[in-house]
């Protein structure tokens, strides 16, 4: 039997399969889950999808985000990667720092950042040529937050827009309009550490610097226009 990470993962996509929208395949996704605990007789049926969704979110906003650029008119030009398929000189140069352990003065070690995901510009020729934009995978915000503190702003330094991609509720309310989430710290850092803020919704979102995860696309363009 699959592990519950992937079993849920495996059963978003069978249900984006059937109502064709990534949000609504979501919720839906959340339903199943609970059903799956009930029918099993677990005393609290969310157990799995508390211990679970955080990791089934990640895997399967990448595996979206990949698609979405994969079947645009961006798919000569721009390529995303999941970090572990990123070449090697990459991951160890421009997404990465040096740093010195303390009392070293000669040898520095190599810290990577280990974004999610990165999407590259292409050249005439398919090879890479630069890194427009990096993306953070986290179902929750403060999860995430504290990991990408240093690194959204040395490689916004180098000119590469750094985003996140989440199902965070604040955020998600802050995006609708509800100004009381204005005050709020995770939006307040969220607004001050990302380029962009990608939410997993269906609905219309009207504030500054979020959008759908649909949205990348545009995005991509707009960026790559000002490469």
């Given at each position: ?30 339903q ?10 677990l005393?609290q ?42 070449p ?131 995005d991509?363009k ?6």
């Open positions: 039997m699959q592990p519950i990470t992937q079993q849920l993962v495996t059963r978003f996509w069978e249900l984006y399969g059937e109502v064709g929208n990534y949000a609504h395949a979501w919720e839906a996704l959340k199943w889950s609970l059903e799956q605990g009930r029918a099993r007789g005393q049926p969310g157990q799995g999808w508390n211990s679970a969704s955080g990791g089934a979110f990640e895997e399967i906003s990448q595996r979206i985000v990949i698609e979405e650029v994969t079947k645009s008119d961006l798919s000569k030009v721009i390529q995303v990667r999941r970090w572990n398929n990123i090697i000189e990459l991951r160890t140069g421009i997404l990465s720092d040096l740093v010195w352990p303390r009392g070293e003065i000669r040898e520095p070690e190599t810290a990577e950042s280990q974004v999610d995901l990165a999407a590259f510009a292409l050249d005439e020729t398919g090879e890479i040529k630069g890194v427009i934009s990096v993306y953070s995978c986290k179902s929750s915000a403060r999860e995430r937050y504290q990991q990408d503190l240093y690194w959204a702003e040395r490689l916004r330094g180098r000119g590469i827009k750094f985003c996140f991609i989440t199902a965070e509720p604040v955020l998600l309310r802050y995006g609708l309009g509800y100004h009381a989430t204005r005050t709020s710290k995770t939006v307040k850092l969220g607004r001050a550490l990302y380029d962009r803020i990608y939410l997993l919704t269906s609905e219309t979102l009207v504030a500054e610097s979020v959008s759908t995860i649909e949205g990348v696309v545009p991509l707009l960026w790559l226009a000002a490469y």
